[in-house]
């Protein structure tokens, strides 16, 4: 039986990266590229903490940042697209580069799976997608629905799928969600969001705005429980991992942590935590659970969805 239980799975996000290259460089990496700690500081004092925060800003709203010269931003404009590829890849390269990520596709491969009859008395059911990243490909539930021998337009009809936008937005729809689950009671057996982080950090990018972020990200997570509770539905929540600056003073194996810090942490029963293995390997790991040891596992990203890894 899948039990209310809140899952949360934190990955390296690779983006359009070559595969060991982190989506989210930090911005200390600049300093190889010739601009001062001063000027990385004046960033970060901003909210602008990675390479990809650096693109994804004007250079208008740079030379606003105090102390930035227009050179300046030219100069560090510059360093940060030598760190990032300008980002064009031919479709085809882009359709593979959906399957990196092993999380969205463990997404996928939830919505389809959890419909299905299983062992203990479990009758299989709907499903809500919440999509933060617009990552949700209905195809994909069409390609995993043939793995598994299903009809593809029940698959799809199965399954309700939300596009948030704002974080605000994203607590909205759980009324709706909640509303849902009342009235097809028991009908439902997963809530799938992907991915519970992305909006808050867009909405609550400043540092001094970090006490409101968490404040609301703990709202939403008590919501999340107490509908997985009074509903009997399994909550899968995405994350993704970002590097950790106090782990080179650690000297931890692996300098890299989730977002969304404790408050994240606590509210999750079990988490898994994704990265990539040789070629097509990826290897999930057991982080944090109540009742399993810590353990890993390799598994494959197939055109069906989550499969066994082929040795």
Same mark, same amino acid.
């Given at each position: 039986?899948?039990?209310?239980?809140?899952?949360?799975?934190?990955?390296?996000?690779?983006?359009?990266?070559?595969?060991?290259?982190?989506?989210?460089?930090?911005?200390?990496?600049?300093?190889?590229?010739?601009?001062?700690?001063?000027?990385?500081?004046?960033?970060?004092?901003?909210?602008?903490?990675?390479?990809?925060?650096?693109?994804?800003?004007?250079?208008?709203?740079?030379?606003?940042?105090?102390?930035?010269?227009?050179?300046?931003?030219?100069?560090?404009?510059?360093?940060?697209?030598?760190?990032?590829?300008?980002?064009?890849?031919?479709?085809? @390269? $882009?359709?593979?580069?959906? &399957?990196? =990520?092993?999380?969205?596709?463990?997404?996928?491969?939830?919505?389809? *799976?959890? +419909?299905?009859?299983?062992?203990?008395?479990?009758?299989?059911?709907?499903?809500?997608?919440?999509?933060?990243?617009?990552?949700?490909?209905?195809?994909?539930?069409?390609?995993?629905?043939?793995?598994?021998?299903?009809?593809?337009?029940?698959?799809?009809?199965?399954?309700?799928?939300?596009?948030?936008?704002?974080?605000?937005?994203?607590?909205?729809?759980?009324?709706?969600?909640?509303?849902?689950?009342?009235?097809?009671?028991?009908?439902?057996?997963?809530?799938?969001?992907?991915?519970?982080?992305?909006?808050?950090?867009?909405?609550?990018?400043?540092?001094?705005?970090?006490?409101?972020?968490?404040?609301?990200?703990?709202?939403?997570?008590?919501?999340?429980?107490?509908?997985?509770? @009074? $509903?009997?539905?399994?909550? &899968?929540? =995405?994350?993704?991992?970002?590097?950790?600056?106090?782990?080179?003073? *650690?000297? +931890?194996?692996?300098?890299?942590?989730?977002?969304?810090?404790?408050?994240?942490?606590?509210?999750?029963?079990?988490?898994?935590?994704?990265?990539?293995?040789?070629?097509?390997?990826?290897?999930?790991?057991?982080?944090?659970?109540?009742?399993?040891?810590?353990?890993?596992?390799?598994?494959?990203?197939?055109?069906?969805?989550?499969?066994?890894?082929?040795?």
């Amino acid at each position: 039986m899948m039990k209310s239980m809140e899952d949360q799975v934190v990955q390296e996000e690779p983006g359009y990266q070559d595969d060991e290259e982190s989506f989210f460089q930090d911005i200390d990496l600049l300093q190889k590229h010739g601009i001062n700690v001063a000027d990385i500081k004046k960033l970060k004092s901003v909210g602008i903490c990675t390479i990809k925060g650096i693109q994804m800003t004007t250079r208008r709203a740079l030379c606003n940042v105090k102390g930035l010269s227009e050179a300046k931003v030219d100069k560090i404009k510059e360093a940060a697209n030598k760190l990032i590829e300008p980002g064009f890849l031919t479709a085809f @390269e $882009y359709s593979e580069k959906q &399957f990196r =990520t092993g999380k969205t596709q463990l997404s996928h491969t939830l919505c389809v *799976t959890a +419909q299905l009859p299983g062992p203990n008395g479990y009758t299989g059911g709907k499903i809500i997608f919440i999509d933060t990243e617009n990552t949700f490909r209905p195809d994909r539930l069409r390609d995993i629905a043939d793995r598994f021998n299903v009809d593809h337009d029940a698959v799809l009809d199965n399954v309700l799928y939300a596009r948030a936008y704002t974080s605000e937005h994203q607590m909205e729809l759980l009324d709706y969600v909640a509303a849902k689950f009342h009235e097809e009671a028991g009908i439902f057996k997963l809530l799938i969001i992907d991915s519970i982080m992305a909006l808050f950090r867009v909405d609550f990018s400043g540092r001094g705005e970090l006490a409101e972020r968490q404040q609301k990200l703990a709202q939403m997570l008590s919501r999340l429980q107490k509908i997985s509770e @009074e $509903y009997n539905v399994a909550v &899968f929540v =995405t994350n993704q991992m970002t590097a950790d600056p106090g782990a080179t003073m *650690t000297f +931890q194996a692996d300098p890299k942590k989730p977002i969304g810090g404790h408050i994240l942490a606590h509210a999750s029963t079990t988490r898994i935590s994704l990265r990539k293995g040789r070629g097509e390997l990826r290897i999930a790991k057991i982080y944090d659970s109540p009742e399993m040891p810590e353990n890993e596992a390799t598994f494959a990203i197939t055109a069906g969805g989550i499969g066994d890894a082929k040795e």
